[in-house]
C-alpha cells in the first residue's frame, strides 16, 4: 500500500538545525504537492512548507527565511531543512502528499516528533 515515510525528527536546542525527510512508496505522477505541516496539541494543523511537481516552493509564515524544502531526483523524496530552531517550533511535523489528477487523493504519514529545548 503506497504510504509517505518521515525520519529525521528529534531533540535539538534552540538555535541549532534539523532535517525532515520524507519517501513516497506509491507510483510516480506528474502533477502533485508534498510537504509538511505541523500541530500542537489544541492547535490546528498548520502549513510549514510544500512544494509542487514543478519544484515550486510555499512557505507558511514561521518557516520563511528560516526553513527550506527541496526534493531528490526522481522525486520521490522531499527534505525539510529547519535552521535557528525555536522552542515555537517544537511540534508533530506531518508529511503531506496531494494529487489531483484524475481526482483528488491526499496523503498523511504518521508524524514525527521535532522538541526544541535547552
Known amino acids: 500500500q503506497a504510504q509517505l515515510v518521515e525520519s529525521g525528527g528529534g531533540l535539538v536546542q534552540p538555535g541549532e538545525s534539523l532535517r525532515l525527510s520524507c519517501t513516497w512508496s506509491?507510483?510516480?505522477?506528474?502533477?502533485?504537492?508534498m510537504g509538511w505541516y505541523r500541530q500542537v496539541p489544541g492547535n490546528q494543523r498548520e502549513l510549514v512548507a510544500d512544494?509542487?511537481?514543478?519544484?515550486?516552493?510555499n512557505y507558511g509564515d514561521s518557516a520563511k527565511g528560516r526553513f527550506t524544502i527541496s526534493r531528490e531526483n526522481g522525486k520521490s523524496t522531499v527534505h525539510l531543512q529547519m535552521n535557528n530552531l525555536t522552542p515555537e517550533d517544537t511540534a508533530v511535523y506531518f508529511c503531506?502528499?496531494?494529487?489531483?489528477?484524475?481526482?483528488?487523493?491526499?496523503?498523511w504519514g504518521q508524524g514525527t516528533q521535532v522538541t526544541v529545548s535547552s
Open positions: 512544494i509542487f511537481s514543478d519544484g515550486t516552493g
Open positions: 503531506n502528499r496531494v494529487t489531483t489528477i484524475p481526482v483528488r487523493r491526499e496523503f
Open positions: 506509491g507510483p510516480s505522477q506528474h502533477f502533485y504537492t
